[in-house]
């Protein structure tokens, strides 16, 4: 009956059985200090279990505490951790999916009494504090060994985490980004640290596969929309990027009341999807209450997306994927 939604794709020299993903999701199920946990290793089993053809690994900080959510945020910046990582790519893939990490700096949304910005914009009654270049420099090249563990664990790919308005997403926004150097200003200059971090990743890593999550609209009114988005979409998929996994919002838009209205409608940020799909030749990712076969079958047919990714709704019923088959 969904001959879209389970039908296989290649992504970037990878086959995905079905057009099913799940999206990364935190839960604090990491262990204190952001060590793979036995229930972190039990949840994911399910999600691998559950049908879904690869299961992205919530955020995992390439610089902690200052890019840190929280403590039990998984940490992919330390050797110590590549244990526990490794047997969390094992325990994914040996349950049917594909194994694949997301990785992150939260920038001024980091759980620290100073985080850091690309500029000094309140975020909450915190004042983060801006980077200085050679500190931009050293965090790109933490991005790059992130990414390099994370292969090094067995994991299939590792997804950049541009969404949410966590630092990449800080850069590009003219909101958050107020510098007047070469990292601010025009929009060229606001998307080169995300590109940056996708070279030196790409550098590290060579062919292994890296996706983005792509921030396309911060649903404020004075935030980036996708005028703006647009752009960098095509800049990220020109410099080869595995995929985007298109989203809305940032923590200051997610409490707003319109935001949670249109938050609750079926499938709400598939149309943000469909516009960034028309700008570029790589697959999209769709996400947001995506909760039932229909939905996500029609998605795919009328060409907003490539791929369908699934986060609560995995977490609620692992076999939603087979029960919708």
């Not at 200085?132 to 965090?139: S, V």
């Not at 990743?201 to 988005?229: C, H, I, K, N, T």
Request: glycine share 10%; net charge negative; proline share 5%.
């Amino acid at each position: 009956m969904y001959s879209h939604l389970f039908s296989p794709l290649e992504v970037a020299g990878k086959r995905l059985e079905n057009r099913i993903t799940m999206a990364p999701l935190y839960l604090g199920y990491a262990g204190e200090g952001g060590t793979v946990s036995p229930l972190l290793l039990e949840h994911y089993r399910q999600m691998a279990q559950s049908g879904a053809a690869m299961v992205t690994v919530e955020n995992a900080s390439v610089d902690h505490p200052a890019g840190s959510g929280s403590n039990r945020t998984i940490r992919v910046d330390t050797e110590e951790n590549m244990q526990g990582l490794s047997e969390l790519a094992r325990v994914i893939k040996e349950n049917g999916a594909l194994a694949c990490i997301q990785i992150n700096h939260a920038g001024r949304y980091a759980g620290v009494q100073e985080p850091v910005a690309p500029s000094a914009v309140d975020t909450f009654g915190k004042m983060p504090r801006p980077l200085a270049k050679e500190a931009i420099r050293d965090i790109r090249d933490k991005y790059a060994s992130a990414a390099e563990r994370a292969q090094r664990a067995g994991f299939d790919m590792v997804e950049l985490h541009g969404g949410t308005g966590y630092l990449l997403a800080q850069f590009v926004s003219p909101r958050s980004n107020q510098r007047t150097d070469e990292y601010g200003g025009s929009p060229e200059n606001r998307m080169r640290f995300p590109l940056e971090v996708l070279e030196a990743v790409q550098s590290r890593v060579g062919d292994f596969p890296v996706g983005y999550r792509f921030l396309a609209d911060e649903l404020l009114p004075d935030g980036m929309g996708l005028e703006e988005s647009r752009p960098i979409a095509r800049s990220l998929s020109g410099a080869g990027v595995a995929y985007l996994s298109v989203m809305g919002g940032i923590y200051e838009s997610f409490g707003l009341e319109e935001v949670i209205k249109k938050s609750k409608s079926e499938g709400y940020m598939a149309d943000l999807a469909g516009e960034i799909r028309k700008e570029v030749n790589t697959p999209v990712i769709a996400a947001g209450r995506i909760a039932t076969g229909r939905m996500a079958e029609s998605i795919l047919a009328e060409g907003k997306a490539d791929l369908i990714g699934l986060a609560r709704v995995l977490w609620a019923d692992p076999e939603w994927p087979q029960k919708v088959r």
